[in-house]
């Protein structure tokens, strides 16, 4: 697990969530077709990411439709965001989400620490800009309350055999959250309109088009008994998402196209997408406490719906408009959870942890039921104050998403069963640490069956053979003084797959501060790759930042990223299903100006 | 409103302790706390103090119980530490000094002579000039710069 302290996202500028996620190990933050930041798995590339859970409160903020964070939550501000959690291997099932591998939980500032409002302010390169409004408050009563409103204006663009790729966005976002003792209650919403990039355009640049989403959540939870040991959670989400695109050179919507004639013949030059889905889900869970052990049992609920308002296709060479309605009779999902969990203390030195989880899914449209289980065992021995071990398996399945049934094999429509992609992954970590520096060896072997990999044809199940990763991570803390930090890290991947994406990587972090002045410096390695045609240089991402605090209350921040202008870049394709491959860069250079104002 | 921020050594901007792995709860805030609230507690009166926190759970009572002896209730209790707003109204008040982590209750109810609570992400306290003398509280020195005066 990594956290990062609200003192890490002051002293490193991360503005939004993907500033940290860009250097991540053994993964990578890529632009995705549709120009949005997406994470893949180091030495991997995709479009839509479904491996890993991002959390706010613990309450996870998937997409319904592609079980990816995709959209806007990716560029989630953090001027409001006390700190962040990284689990690399499933974490607790306590918290009743959906499997993955990777976990990301990200806590907002406690509303009775701040009491004040906060005003944040910044200006980009290119004309970028966001405001932010942080207010707080505590009552007599003890109730407590945080809300966050946001309003970002981003401009970006990039150049394609003399195109110009638009990836303009405006984005909002608010955010409520009210506390007291043992009730938490968390409102979110973020909406999205931006440029759809290349979008579904057959030459990789469509003539026009957009994308807007909108993605509201409510989650209730209360702690019963005076141990709060009995919990109680409700939540509610919807997902919007509207997508509208024209190109003369034709969209590749998969799931319209027949390959029975010529695809062009079924194959449309416009399209407009309208669906949106719902999520309720609920959990109770009691935790049985003794000096040495802790044992959670809990049951969860949920049941998604998907919904297709409007799916309009104008056919490529008739011009003809038609509404082809739901892709696949697939629009509903339940799934209901039986979890243990138990962490035993043998003494202080040593302890053993275990969790296993039962789902239950039941599917319309056709689809098999079926159930699926989820293991984790692991143990934390710690022999000497200094140093410690930390090993974790987890067995793990991932069920195919809406989306992954709607763009599945297009040569095989009569079969959409496709299987759950079953993760073995087993981790070790080592650790050195004492009062001034901290080093760990960080170890997994990931062992994917039936991997779901978005062929040219749409989605297939890979089921005839086993895929097969390891990765190794190293990282280097050390306190030059109280208050400077130097942090190292190196990362590098094996994997039974060719490489679509860079696979070794690190980073050198330098923060601090010296009277009124808080500064850092950061360099982001990743490894060139060669991919068919296409090569990709090795990147370097220089970023360097400093903060006036004119008072206690008044600062003024500079950052500059990706200052040597060697960013990293993502694969794409133009043509018609295999199509030829090409690489652009993910992110720009950038200059920010930011102000902060407490009161 | 005048408030003294209280600058605490431990919250200054030094990075915290290099750890293996952070399998304890985290309960650095709760130390800091029972650690101000002693202090508060042992320059306010010379009885021995037996504190009384309303609804406390395991993780405080494991840290306060380091600092203090502590009461099961409100009557066998001197110093009252309401940090939840979870006291009940029939806690007496004869004979006994009741404090908050709340600045609006400390300000609407005249049984709280002070509070420690938190404000834009910093520590505060503050003592009420008027109640410290209804109580017979003679705090030290070092206390003296968070005394409030206001009109009740």
Same mark, same amino acid.
């Given at each position: 697990?990594?956290?990062?302290?609200?003192?890490?996202?002051?002293?490193m500028?991360?503005?939004?969530?993907?500033?940290?996620?860009?250097?991540?190990?053994?993964?990578?933050?890529?632009?995705? $077709?549709?120009?949005? !930041?997406?994470?893949?798995?180091?030495?991997?590339?995709?479009?839509?990411?479904?491996?890993?859970?991002?959390?706010?409160?613990?309450?996870?903020?998937?997409?319904t439709?592609?079980?990816?964070?995709?959209?806007?939550?990716?560029?989630?501000?953090?001027?409001?965001?006390?700190?962040?959690?990284?689990?690399?291997?499933?974490?607790?099932?306590?918290?009743?989400?959906?499997?993955?591998?990777?976990?990301?939980?990200?806590?907002?500032?406690?509303?009775?620490?701040?009491?004040?409002?906060?005003?944040?302010?910044?200006i980009?390169?290119?004309?970028?800009?966001?405001?932010?409004?942080?207010?707080?408050?505590?009552?007599?009563?003890?109730?407590?309350?945080l809300?966050?409103?946001?309003?970002?204006?981003?401009?970006?663009?990039?150049?394609?055999?003399?195109?110009?790729?638009?990836? +303009?966005?405006?984005r909002?976002?608010?955010?409520?959250n009210?506390?007291?003792?043992?009730?938490?209650?968390?409102?979110?919403?973020? +909406?999205?309109?931006?440029?759809?990039y290349?979008?579904?355009?057959?030459?990789?640049?469509?003539?026009?088009?957009?994308?807007?989403?909108?993605?509201?959540?409510?989650?209730?939870?209360?702690?019963?008994?005076?141990?709060?040991?009995?919990?109680?959670?409700?939540?509610?989400?919807?997902?919007?998402?509207?997508?509208?695109?024209?190109? *003369?050179?034709?969209?590749?919507?998969?799931?319209?196209?027949?390959?029975?004639?010529?695809?062009?013949?079924?194959m449309?030059?416009?399209?407009?997408?309208?669906i949106?889905?719902?999520?309720? *889900?609920?959990?109770? !869970?009691?935790?049985?406490? %003794?000096?040495?052990?802790?044992?959670?049992?809990?049951?969860?609920?949920?049941?998604?719906?998907?919904?297709?308002?409007?799916?309009?296709?104008?056919?490529?060479?008739?011009?003809?408009?038609?509404?082809?309605?739901?892709? %696949?009779?697939?629009?509903?999902?339940?799934?209901?959870?039986?979890?243990v969990?138990?962490?035993?203390?043998?003494?202080?030195?040593?302890?053993?942890?275990?969790?296993?989880?039962?789902? $239950?899914?039941?599917?319309?449209?056709?689809?098999?039921?079926?159930?699926?289980?989820?293991?984790?065992?692991?143990?934390?021995?710690?022999?000497?104050?200094?140093f410690?071990?930390?090993?974790?398996?987890?067995?793990?399945?991932?069920?195919?998403?809406?989306y992954?049934?709607?763009?599945?094999?297009?040569?095989n429509?009569?079969?959409?069963?496709?299987?759950?992609?079953?993760?073995?992954?087993?981790?070790?970590?080592?650790?050195?640490?004492?009062?001034?520096?901290?080093? *760990?060896?960080?170890?997994t072997?990931? $062992?994917?069956?039936?991997?779901?990999?978005?062929?040219?044809?749409?989605?297939? *199940?890979?089921? +005839?053979? %086993?895929?097969?990763?390891?990765?190794?991570?190293?990282?280097?803390?050390?306190?030059?003084?109280?208050?400077?930090?130097?942090?190292?890290?190196?990362?590098?991947?094996?994997? !039974?797959?060719?490489?679509?994406?860079?696979?070794?990587?690190?980073?050198?972090?330098?923060?601090?501060?010296?009277?009124?002045?808080?500064?850092? %410096?950061?360099?982001?390695?990743?490894?060139?790759?060669?991919?068919?045609?296409?090569?990709?240089?090795n990147?370097?991402?220089?970023?360097?930042?400093?903060?006036?605090?004119?008072?206690?209350?008044?600062?003024?921040?500079?950052?500059?990223?990706?200052?040597?202008?060697?960013?990293?870049?993502?694969?794409?394709?133009?043509?018609?299903?295999?199509?030829?491959?090409?690489a652009?860069e993910?992110?720009?250079?950038?200059?920010?100006?930011a102000?902060?104002?407490?009161? | 409103?005048?408030?003294?921020?209280?600058?605490?050594?431990?919250?200054?901007?030094?990075?915290?302790?290099?750890?293996?792995?952070?399998?304890?709860?985290?309960?650095?805030e709760?130390e800091?706390?029972?650690?101000?609230?002693?202090?508060?507690?042992?320059?306010?009166?010379?009885?021995?103090?037996?504190?009384?926190? @309303?609804?406390?759970?395991?993780?405080?009572?494991?840290?306060?119980?380091?600092?203090?002896n502590?009461?099961?209730?409100?009557?066998?209790?001197?110093?009252?530490?309401?940090?939840?707003?979870?006291?009940?109204?029939?806690?007496?008040?004869?004979g006994?000094?009741?404090?908050?982590?709340?600045?609006?209750?400390?300000?609407?109810?005249?049984?709280?002579?002070?509070?420690?609570?938190?404000?834009?992400?910093? @520590?505060?306290?503050?003592?009420?000039?008027?109640?410290?003398?209804?109580?017979?509280?003679?705090?030290?020195?070092?206390?003296?710069?968070?005394?409030?005066?206001?009109?009740?």
């Amino acid at each position: 697990m990594t956290i990062y302290s609200q003192k890490d996202l002051k002293l490193m500028q991360y503005n939004i969530l993907s500033d940290i996620l860009k250097e991540f190990p053994i993964n990578n933050l890529n632009t995705n $077709k549709f120009g949005l !930041s997406n994470l893949s798995l180091s030495g991997t590339k995709t479009d839509v990411s479904g491996f890993f859970r991002l959390f706010i409160n613990d309450h996870e903020v998937s997409s319904t439709y592609t079980q990816s964070a995709s959209y806007s939550w990716m560029n989630l501000p953090l001027d409001f965001i006390d700190y962040i959690e990284v689990y690399r291997g499933n974490s607790s099932f306590a918290l009743g989400s959906d499997a993955g591998v990777f976990f990301i939980r990200i806590y907002t500032k406690k509303p009775s620490k701040e009491n004040g409002t906060q005003v944040t302010g910044t200006i980009a390169s290119h004309g970028t800009n966001s405001q932010s409004v942080t207010h707080t408050d505590m009552f007599q009563s003890g109730w407590s309350y945080l809300t966050y409103f946001n309003n970002t204006k981003e401009h970006d663009k990039r150049t394609y055999k003399n195109n110009t790729l638009q990836n +303009d966005a405006q984005r909002r976002y608010f955010y409520l959250n009210i506390q007291k003792d043992k009730t938490n209650i968390n409102f979110g919403y973020t +909406d999205l309109e931006k440029d759809n990039y290349m979008g579904l355009a057959v030459d990789a640049n469509s003539d026009s088009g957009m994308i807007e989403s909108k993605d509201y959540f409510f989650d209730f939870t209360h702690k019963f008994l005076d141990d709060k040991s009995l919990k109680f959670n409700f939540a509610y989400d919807i997902n919007e998402i509207h997508n509208e695109e024209k190109d *003369s050179s034709g969209l590749e919507v998969l799931p319209v196209i027949v390959l029975t004639g010529p695809p062009t013949a079924t194959m449309p030059k416009e399209y407009y997408q309208n669906i949106k889905l719902k999520k309720y *889900s609920g959990l109770v !869970s009691k935790t049985f406490s %003794t000096q040495n052990n802790n044992f959670v049992i809990g049951t969860t609920f949920q049941n998604k719906k998907y919904i297709t308002k409007q799916n309009t296709v104008v056919n490529f060479i008739t011009g003809i408009s038609s509404d082809v309605g739901q892709f %696949t009779a697939f629009d509903e999902e339940t799934i209901s959870s039986l979890f243990v969990q138990d962490d035993y203390k043998f003494n202080d030195k040593f302890l053993l942890i275990g969790n296993a989880k039962l789902d $239950k899914f039941k599917r319309n449209g056709g689809l098999d039921d079926f159930t699926s289980e989820h293991y984790r065992v692991g143990a934390i021995y710690t022999p000497f104050e200094k140093f410690g071990l930390k090993s974790f398996y987890t067995k793990t399945s991932l069920a195919p998403t809406f989306y992954n049934i709607d763009y599945a094999d297009i040569t095989n429509k009569n079969n959409q069963n496709m299987k759950n992609q079953e993760y073995k992954y087993y981790s070790i970590e080592s650790v050195y640490a004492d009062e001034k520096s901290r080093f *760990s060896i960080f170890y997994t072997n990931v $062992k994917i069956e039936n991997f779901i990999y978005y062929a040219p044809i749409g989605f297939i *199940s890979i089921d +005839d053979h %086993t895929i097969k990763t390891q990765n190794w991570i190293f990282d280097y803390t050390y306190e030059l003084t109280s208050k400077h930090k130097l942090q190292l890290n190196y990362y590098t991947t094996k994997q !039974s797959e060719s490489f679509t994406n860079s696979n070794k990587g690190g980073y050198l972090k330098f923060m601090g501060e010296f009277e009124k002045f808080d500064y850092f %410096t950061s360099l982001i390695y990743k490894n060139g790759y060669s991919y068919k045609t296409v090569s990709v240089k090795n990147s370097y991402n220089l970023n360097l930042g400093a903060t006036y605090n004119f008072s206690k209350n008044f600062s003024m921040s500079l950052k500059g990223e990706n200052l040597l202008n060697k960013s990293t870049k993502s694969l794409y394709k133009e043509g018609l299903f295999i199509g030829t491959p090409f690489a652009l860069e993910d992110y720009q250079r950038k200059v920010t100006l930011a102000m902060k104002w407490v009161f | 409103m005048k408030i003294f921020i209280l600058l605490l050594t431990i919250f200054s901007c030094a990075f915290s302790q290099q750890y293996v792995f952070l399998v304890k709860e985290y309960d650095k805030e709760i130390e800091l706390e029972a650690k101000i609230i002693s202090n508060i507690a042992l320059s306010s009166t010379s009885e021995k103090i037996k504190l009384f926190i @309303p609804k406390i759970t395991k993780q405080e009572q494991k840290i306060y119980s380091q600092y203090f002896n502590l009461a099961n209730d409100c009557k066998s209790a001197n110093f009252i530490f309401n940090n939840k707003g979870l006291l009940s109204d029939n806690c007496e008040t004869e004979g006994k000094l009741f404090f908050t982590n709340n600045y609006k209750r400390l300000i609407k109810n005249s049984k709280y002579y002070g509070a420690f609570f938190w404000n834009k992400s910093r @520590p505060n306290i503050v003592f009420i000039k008027q109640r410290l003398r209804e109580n017979n509280v003679k705090l030290s020195a070092q206390y003296t710069k968070y005394i409030e005066d206001i009109d009740e």
